[in-house]
């Protein structure tokens, strides 16, 4: 995929109306936000896609993602409900090589701190060749509920969001090394996983 200090991560935003311009995106920007204010390397590149809820279409995009551009995540939003043209779920399985069933069942678990309707989401996680693809909610206020869990207010964690899991997650299908900061999310990984942190050039004066 790509160096370790360097790595892709696509956003794909699944909507008709988006895509077609009948209103303006919000799942891209979100996304991108949140990932900003979560990862602490600067050398990370975003790959953003925003397309309809076309089955075949989507599965095209996050082949695409892995396949050709060598993203190590790839964060989808939208598509994952019970509508007849949710087929974001679908389209991600049909490509997986492993399903991380995991994923799906903790946004789950934020979401119903909110709504009883949260047991409608149908978000999967899987993992296509070295990388990671997950079904995010479609709400800007969902996605980063799921991605940096819940706290209380004094700032613990109350439920843990499901990026805690993401960095251990690549390392172990052989990507790069994420870290985080930990005011927004800590990436959980056992003591024997973790590396030092590379100390900054030093800039000449």
Known sequence: MTTPHTFKIGLVSISDRASSGVYTDA?????????ASAIAQPTWQAIE??????????????????????????????????????????ATL?????????????????????????????????????????NLPGQPKAIRETLEGLKDASGKTEVPGIFAAVPYCIDLIGGPYIETHDSVVRAFRPKSALRPIPAEPQKNI
């Not at 799942?27 to 936000?33: F, H, K, Q, V």
């Not at 309809?52 to 995009?61: K, L, M, Q, R, V």
């Not at 709504?115 to 989401?121: K, M, N, R, Y």
């Open 27 to 35: 799942g891209l920007p979100a996304l991108r936000d949140w990932l």
């Open 49 to 90: 896609r925003l397309i309809p809820d076309d089955e075949s279409g989507i599965s095209a995009t996050l082949i695409e993602l892995v396949d050709t551009v060598g993203c190590d995540l790839v964060l989808t939003t939208g598509g994952t409900g019970p509508a007849l043209r949710d087929v974001t779920p679908e």
């Open 94 to 134: 049909a490509i997986a090589d492993r399903v991380m069933p995991g994923f799906g069942e903790q946004m789950r678990q934020v979401s119903l701190r909110f709504v009883p309707t949260a047991i409608l989401s149908r978000q999967v996680a899987v993992i296509r060749k070295q990388a990671l693809i997950i």
